[in-house]
C-alpha cells in the first residue's frame, strides 16, 4: 500500500506545485501599461494641396504601449486625379513629453502612361499631446 501512495502522493505534489506556479503566473503577470493619446496637428497647409495625412478627419487618436511618448511613422497611399499613385510619409519625433517635432513628405510611386504628377508639398510643424 505504501508503494502505491508515495507515487501517488508524488504526483499529487508535483500536480499542485505546477498549478500554484501557473496561478502565481497569472496573478502576477503585469497590467496593460498602454495610454491612449489625442494628438493635434500644428502646421500650415498650401491652399489647394493635396496632403496624405492621418490628420484628415481632425486629431488623431493614437494608443502607445507606456505613457511615454515615443517616434511614430503613418504612411497613407492614394490614387491622385493626376493619373499617379503617392505615398506620403508622416514622421512624429518626441520632443518633450506633450510634443512632437511633425515632418511630411511625398514620393510618387508611379503614373499612368503620359501622366504629369502635382507638386509635392511637403510640410514641418508639431503635433501635440490634448487628453
Known amino acids: 500500500m505504501d508503494a502505491l501512495l508515495t507515487p501517488l502522493f508524488?504526483?499529487?505534489?508535483?500536480?499542485?506545485?505546477?498549478?500554484?506556479?501557473?496561478i502565481g503566473k497569472l496573478l502576477t503577470?503585469?497590467?496593460?501599461?498602454?495610454?491612449?493619446?489625442?494628438?493635434?496637428?500644428?502646421?500650415?497647409?498650401?491652399?489647394?494641396?493635396i496632403?496624405?495625412?492621418?490628420?484628415?478627419?481632425?486629431?488623431?487618436?493614437?494608443?502607445?504601449?507606456?505613457?511615454?511618448?515615443?517616434?511614430?511613422?503613418?504612411?497613407?497611399?492614394a490614387s491622385i486625379h493626376d493619373g499617379c499613385r503617392w505615398l506620403g510619409t508622416e514622421s512624429l519625433t518626441p520632443i518633450d513629453?506633450?510634443?512632437f517635432f511633425y515632418d511630411y513628405s511625398e514620393t510618387v510611386l508611379d503614373c499612368d502612361a503620359g501622366a504629369t504628377?502635382?507638386?509635392?508639398?511637403?510640410?514641418?510643424?508639431?503635433?501635440?499631446?490634448e487628453k
Open 10 to 22: 508524488k504526483s499529487i505534489l508535483f500536480a499542485a506545485l505546477i498549478g500554484s506556479a501557473g
Open 29 to 49: 503577470t503585469d497590467a496593460d501599461q498602454s495610454v491612449t493619446r489625442q494628438l493635434a496637428l500644428h502646421t500650415e497647409s498650401l491652399p489647394n494641396a
Open 51 to 77: 496632403y496624405l495625412t492621418a490628420w484628415r478627419d481632425g486629431d488623431v487618436s493614437f494608443t502607445f504601449p507606456d505613457s511615454k511618448l515615443h517616434a511614430i511613422t503613418f504612411y497613407n497611399r
Open 97 to 99: 513629453d506633450k510634443t
Open 117 to 129: 504628377p502635382f507638386y509635392k508639398t511637403p510640410r514641418t510643424g508639431l503635433v501635440t499631446v
